[in-house]
Each structure stands twice: as structure tokens, then as C-alpha cells.
């Protein structure tokens, strides 16, 4: 009776919510109103992933959802996996918010692979598909904004960029400011801060400290779950103006956690235990030559390490050891030029990335190391005023797999002054890792690269007075997809894959207190010859993302609702339900000028549900349960 109220609850919010923003937004269409801010657009944000250069996000080619810093403040993330849950399209499968951190997925468009930069700078890494966003940056407060780049972007961003793109940038220090932070939630969570930025004489600077705890929990049908958290992330930036026209900047970013945490099945065994260790050190320069053209150069050295200790009916009484790690050293080069109605962009890259994985105290990867070369050229040429033509290439020579070239072209159309279509074509190239090759048990030494192409049509429109649409289509087709056997669980290649899928965004800002906004994505993935649908049962067929926002003076609050539905695991028992929606709220009182305090309560109306499973072993109840209806309440004192 209780989970029927509750679905029956979140249905009718859902419905309210989605039916206010359709009414009010066309009732504020045709209405001549007086309120300024009504009278604002939404589209407005400049965007630079999508083409690596300064674009309106009106006129860009390509599906971007822009999570600005204010939208982090106002809804109160404590994680970047919690930001982008909320971006339409994008699938987050996470163990739980304690344990595990290093093995957190992203899928945008259907597909895990998704390059995550911040300031550009990638984070990847080739020993898995992805970085992680538990560790890649704990400084929320230091984020000016989050670009999500849906679609494949290889041309520019090589192997990975399948899915698409998350560019996480920083915000420069506006002023001397100190600010602590303290919160407590349920689950013994325990969250401590200080952050202290400032700037002077051509100098700026920020420096960030944060410890995150938290312990055992319960789901929302009482069952207490094993799990630990205790980690430590340190976050320093120092800038300097060398000139008016060259800024250089220097950034180190640690994290180290001890966690655990056990799926459903493994409740008979001693807890399995976690160490992860992260740092990202790197130099960025920025030069603007002379008024047409700009140069970004950068340097990055990053390290990741992991060790596991399993327990399971498939492990040894004493555990299994698992130590996983990578050294990286990363430089690229990028160079803009404008000549006439073309800007050219040029870039080159490189990676070397070193890999050792020792299994059960054996070597199974000594120092393996990769090193892959790129080079890539765009034009964006502006055909007439209203239409646009970007075409490119990239270059990869890689020292395992050879050489391949990624092509790219896309067609940009403003329909009028607030409309603007796009079409693009795109290809991709991805490369095993070291993990997939060299594994053992799961490695596979003679799989084949994965290739395949990506076809999108898309249209955004500001209506003005506040009320925006982006809808865009796309379909992809993958050669020799790199999967798992079905059997024997070994990474192979799966076969040819096909997929496709739409979204919908509506946005609208009411009136200067209140913000709605919905998001719906479709997705279909089709099945191979070696294995069945839909990523493993990972992916939603529809997904929902809804929100409100209000603001009055000193008092910010958000409701944040999201679904997910028609995710084929559950029909075999793999997750918990199939279908599910989830709740959070969030309330931010600014007491004094330099005084803040929040409340956040998250699952309110106590889902069962789990976003990560052993799908693919085929045995019920192999899945780690997300915890129940929670609370978390804190202050933020500046000086």
C-alpha cells in the first residue's frame, strides 16, 4: 500500500509539474508582460565543447546542456555524480554514494564511453572508460559552469568520446574570501570544508580541503547494506596574468578514500574493501596572440591506483586482491585562427599511459604502457550569416592498434534570429584498454578496435519571455563492439550494434522567483550476435528529468524529480524494479550576508531501486541497492 501511494504520489507531482510548464509557458508566449526578467532568454550560455571554441548555445550544432555554478549552489550537489543525474540523457550507475567510487559509469546517448575533461584538460585514463567523477573534482563551489556535449565527438576528443562529452570549468577568484563548511546527514554522513581563494596583483588563487564520511545504511524496504566511506580530496589552483593577453595556471587535485560496500548476494560474506588513490597535477597557458588568433597549450601528470579486496562465492575463503594502476602523461596544443569567414582550429595531443595490474599478488600487467598520437583539423565556415558548415578530421596513430582517421561534418541553419537546426555526421574510433586486453580471466589480447559512425538532427528555440525547446534525434552504428561473452564473461567482440534514440528539453522561467524545466529521453540499443539488449540491462528506454526551482531574496529551494523506465535487467530479476522515480529537495537560507545554511532530504518518498547490478552473471538479486530516504543538514560560514 505504501509504494502504491507513493508511485501514485510522484505521478501526480510529475503530472502537475509537467503540465504547469507547458501552461505557463504558452500562456506567457502570447502574453505581453512587464516582468523584466520574464522577458529574459534562456539560451543564452556560451558554450565551447561542442566545437573547442566559444559558440552561443543557441547557434551551436549539437545537443549541450549547461548546468551553471548557480544551479550547483541552488540545489546543493555534494558530488558531481549528483549533477548530472539530473541531466537529461545521462545514465549514472553508481554502487551506492559510500563505497566503491572508482567504479561509477556515465552513459550519455546509450553508450559508456564519455571523455570527462576539466578546463579542457582530459581525465580519462586507459585502463578504464572512464575517470571517475568521485575523485576527478570534490570543489563544487570552485565550478563556474558544467558543459554536457550529447553525441559523439571523436574528431575532436578521440577514443571515448562515443557517448559524448562532460567538461567540467572553473571559475577564477573574484575576490579575498575564507569559508567553512559542516554537514551532518543520515547515515552517520559527515562532510567538513574550507576553501579559501582570493586575488591581487595579477595573481589568483584557490585552495580547498574536504573530508567526506559515512556508514552503514538502510534501503527503503529497512534492509541494513555494509557500507564505509572515508576520503580526502584537496583542490589548489594559482593563476597569473603574465600579460593582457596571456594567462597562465597551475592546478593539483588529490583524492584518497577508504571504502566498502557488498551487493545483495554477497551478504554471506566478509565485506569487500577499497583504497583509492588519485592526483591530477597540470599547467594550462593561454595566449591570445592578436585579435584573431589564440593558442591553449597544457601539461598534465595524473596518477590512479586502486586496490580491492573481494569476497564472493567465486573467490578464494581469504578474498581476492585486485591492484589496479595508471601513470599518465598527457600534453596537447591547440591553435585558432580566424581568416575571413573561417576559424580554423588546429590541435594536437599526446598520451602515454603506463599500467600494472597485479591479481591474487601475481603480475598480469607489468608497467604496460600506450602512447597514442593525434592530430586534428575543424574549419567552421560561415557560408552566409545564417548558415554555417563545420567539417574536420583527426588523426590517431596509436603504438598498439596503428593508425585511424575520424571525420566529422555538421550543417548549422538559423531558422530566424531565436531558432536555430542543425545535421551532423561523426565517427569513431576506440581502442581496447589494458584492462580489457590483460585482465585476467576477462582479457582478451585479440580484440579489435571498435568503430562505427553517429547521424544527428537537432533544433533549439528560444521562444523569449523565458520559455525555451532543444529536441534533437540521433542514430549510431558500431562495428565489432567491444562487449562481454555471454558464458564465459571474457571481453570480446560482440558484433555490429545499432542504436537510436531522441530527448526533449522545455525550460521556462516563470516570473524572477520561480524556474521549471523537464527533459525526456528515448533510447533504443539493439542486440548483437553475441550478447542481448541494451548495454547488459543497464539502460532506461525512457528516462524523465523534471524540475522546479524558486528563489525569493535570501531563500533558494529546488525540486528535482527523475525517472527511469523500461530498463530491461529487472525483467530477469537483475534490479530491483524495472520502473522507478526518485524525489530530492533541496533549501538553501542565506542567514546573513556571510552565514548560509541547507537542508537536503533525498529519496523522500523511499524508493527501492539500484543503479548498478551483476547483470551480466544472470543470477537474481545480484545488485547493490541505493539507500533509502535520507537527510542531510549543514551551515557555510565566509569571512
Known amino acids: 500500500m505504501k509504494r502504491y501511494l507513493s508511485k501514485k504520489i510522484i505521478m501526480n507531482v510529475t503530472a502537475a509539474l509537467a503540465f504547469g510548464l507547458v501552461s505557463t509557458g504558452g500562456a506567457t508566449v ?133 557517448g559524448g562529452v562532460i567538461n567540467i570549468i572553473t571559475k577564477k577568484a573574484q575576490g579575498m574570501k575564507t569559508t567553512l563548511g559542516v554537514g551532518y546527514g543520515s547515515y552517520g554522513r559527515q562532510l567538513y570544508s574550507v576553501a579559501n581563494e582570493g586575488g591581487s596583483n595579477g595573481w589568483d588563487w584557490r585552495v580547498t580541503y574536504r573530508k567526506d564520511k559515512s556508514s552503514d545504511f538502510k534501503d527503503a524496504h529497512g534492509n541494513k547494506t555494509p557500507s564505509k566511506l572515508d576520503a580526502d580530496s584537496v583542490n589548489v589552483h594559482l593563476g597569473k596574468d603574465l600579460s593582457k593577453a596571456s594567462y597562465l595556471a597551475l592546478n593539483f587535485r588529490s583524492y584518497k578514500d577508504s571504502d566498502h560496500y557488498q551487493a545483495r548476494h554477497e551478504m554471506a560474506y566478509p565485506v569487500n574493501k577499497g583504497n583509492y588513490d588519485h592526483f591530477d597535477g597540470n599547467m594550462i597557458w593561454n595566449v591570445q596572440i592578436d585579435d584573431s588568433t589564440k593558442n591553449q597549450m597544457s601539461i598534465a601528470r595524473s596518477k590512479y591506483d586502486y586496490d580491492l579486496l573481494t569476497f564472493g562465492p567465486w573467490n578464494p575463503p581469504t578474498g581476492q586482491p585486485y591492484d589496479f594502476s595508471v601513470w599518465t602523461w598527457k600534453f596537447s596544443d591547440q591553435f585558432d585562427k580566424q581568416l575571413g569567414d573561417h576559424l580554423l582550429t588546429a590541435g594536437f595531443e599526446f598520451t602515454k599511459d603506463a599500467t600494472t595490474i597485479k591479481n591474487g599478488g601475481a603480475v598480469s600487467i607489468d608497467d604496460r604502457t600506450l602512447i597514442n598520437r593525434s592530430f586534428y583539423l575543424q574549419d567552421q565556415w560561415s557560408i552566409l550569416p545564417t548558415l554555417k558548415l563545420t567539417a574536420g578530421v583527426r588523426h590517431d596513430s596509436n603504438s598498439a592498434f596503428g593508425s585511424h582517421n575520424s571525420p566529422s561534418v555538421s550543417l548549422g541553419y538559423d531558422i530566424d534570429p531565436l531558432t536555430h537546426a542543425y545535421v551532423s555526421y561523426s565517427e569513431y574510433f576506440i581502442t581496447p584498454t589494458p584492462n580489457q586486453l590483460y585482465a585476467p580471466i576477462y582479457g582478451n589480447t585479440n580484440l579489435k578496435p571498435e568503430s562505427g559512425n553517429t547521424k544527428e538532427i537537432g533544433i533549439a528555440r528560444d521562444f523569449g519571455r523565458g520559455l525555451s525547446l532543444t529536441a534533437s534525434y540521433f542514430k549510431r552504428h558500431s562495428k565489432n563492439r567491444i562487449g562481454y561473452h555471454p558464458m564465459t564473461y571474457q571481453n570480446i567482440n560482440v558484433g555490429d550494434e545499432d542504436a ?74 537483475e534490479f530491483p524494479a524495472d520502473n522507478y522515480w526518485v524525489v530530492d529537495l533541496s533549501m538553501n537560507y542565506q542567514v546573513a550576508d556571510a552565514t548560509k545554511v541547507y537542508l537536503k532530504a533525498n529519496n523522500i518518498f523511499d524508493q527501492f531501486y539500484a543503479e548498478r547490478s551483476n547483470v551480466r552473471y544472470g543470477s537474481p538479486g545480484e545488485w547493490w541497492t541505493a539507500p533509502g530516504r535520507s537527510f542531510m543538514v549543514g551551515v557555510e560560514q565566509s569571512f
Open 500 to 573: 537510436h534514440g531522441w530527448s526533449l528539453q522545455l525550460a521556462k522561467r516563470v516570473d524572477s522567483h520561480w524556474r521549471t524545466r523537464i527533459g525526456y529521453t528515448q533510447t533504443h540499443v539493439g542486440k548483437t550476435e553475441q550478447r542481448g539488449v541494451n548495454i547488459d540491462g543497464y539502460l532506461p528506454r525512457d528516462q524523465w528529468n523534471i524540475g522546479v526551482d524558486y528563489r525569493n531574496r535570501a531563500f533558494d529551494s529546488s525540486l528535482l524529480v527523475r525517472g527511469m523506465v523500461g530498463r530491461s535487467g529487472a525483467v530477469r530479476g
Open 30 to 162: 502570447f502574453a505581453a508582460e512587464a516582468d523584466s526578467s520574464a522577458s529574459e532568454h534562456m539560451l543564452d550560455e556560451t558554450v565551447v565543447t561542442a566545437t573547442r571554441t566559444p559558440n552561443k548555445e543557441l547557434k551551436t550544432d549539437a545537443n549541450v546542456t549547461v548546468i551553471t555554478g548557480r544551479d550547483i549552489e541552488r540545489r546543493h550537489y555534494t558530488d558531481l555524480t549528483q549533477v548530472l543525474r539530473d541531466v537529461p540523457g545521462v545514465t549514472v550507475n553508481q554502487y551506492a554514494p559510500a563505497g566503491y567510487n572508482n567504479s561509477t559509469n556515465f552513459y550519455i546517448n546509450g553508450s559508456e564511453h564519455v571523455v570527462i575533461l576539466i578546463d579542457g584538460v582530459r581525465q580519462n585514463y586507459a585502463g578504464g572508460l572512464g575517470a571517475s567523477l568521485a575523485s576527478a573534482m570534490k570543489d563544487l563551489s570552485g565550478i563556474d559552469r558544467v558543459e554536457v556535449l550529447h553525441g559523439s565527438a571523436s574528431t575532436l576528443y578521440g577514443s571515448d568520446a562515443k
